[in-house]
T-cell receptor, first 114, second 112 residues
Framework: KAGVTQTPRYLIKTRGQQVTLSCSPI?????VSWYQQTPGQGLQFLFE???????NKGNFPGRFSGRQFSNSRSEMNVSTLELGDSALYLC?????????????FGDGTRLSIL | SQELEQSPQSLIVQEGKNLTINCTSS?????LYWYKQKYGEGLIFLMM?????EEKSHEKITAKLDEKKQQSSLHITASQPSHAGIYLC????????????FGPGTSLSVIP
């Protein structure tokens, strides 16, 4: 079974631009969560999608948004990029919406803002 | 997250030695997960603990959950260089926003 796939693996952008990251969950998984990881803040929850609906949202500004498609693939968009958005963005999938099921992570997209 | 603390922050051990990493929550735990991460890569799921007193083992790694103390420990027996990496605990503590929050991680180096 293929794991969680995130594209692209690396991305370099400049301040003010926008970016879209993609995540393909494990086949059959319907819940997709996004996390931001930085050395200073650690791993922080952005949002979770289940059946094309946003179920949970972390404490991030509205510049961070996402969506999920009918095939469970998800995209995350960040607009008006800031230097502080440089981070490793991780996507995780799980079979359902229950929190008693472990999430499986992709290798992430490393976003660098110049 | 300050709601989930890990100790120690980093650890350097000689190959073959045993070690323990702790994860403590300031709130009630409804599920505790242990992950391992190599630098710049994703998290690899190790174990999930859900009930107080629960203990699980996989190869040389054992994790326990003390629900009363709101704490979990990860113990590695006879460490090997392949155990090196960052160990993160994640927990479902039913906050307003988060589904699962993560501790800051414990960096483990194993010297051959």
């Amino acid at each position: 079974k293929a794991g969680v796939t995130q594209t692209p693996r690396y991305l370099i952008k400049t301040r003010g631009q926008q970016v879209t990251l993609s995540c393909s969950p494990i086949s059959g998984h319907r819940s997709v969560s996004w996390y931001q990881q930085t050395p200073g803040q650690g791993l922080q929850f952005l949002f979770e999608y289940f059946s094309e609906t946003q179920r949970n949202k972390g404490n991030f500004p509205g510049r961070f948004s996402g969506r999920q498609f009918s095939n469970s693939r998800s995209e995350m968009n960040v607009s008006t990029l800031e230097l502080g958005d440089s981070a490793l963005y991780l996507c995780a999938s799980s079979p359902g919406a229950n929190s008693n099921q472990p999430q499986h992570f992709g290798d992430g997209t490393r976003l660098s803002i110049l | 997250s300050q709601e989930l603390e890990q100790s120690p922050q980093s650890l350097i051990v000689q190959e073959g030695k045993n070690l323990t990493i702790n994860c403590t929550s300031s709130k009630t735990l409804y599920g505790l997960y242990w992950y391992k991460q190599k630098y710049g890569e994703g998290l690899i799921f190790l174990m999930m603990l859900q009930k107080g007193g629960e203990e699980k083992s996989h190869e040389k790694i054992t994790a326990k959950l003390d629900e009363k103390k709101q704490q979990s420990s990860l113990h590695i027996t006879a460490s090997q260089p392949s155990h090196a990496g960052i160990y993160l605990c994640g927990a479902d503590i039913k906050t307003s926003y988060d589904k699962v929050i993560f501790g800051p991680g414990t960096s483990l180096s194993v010297i051959p």
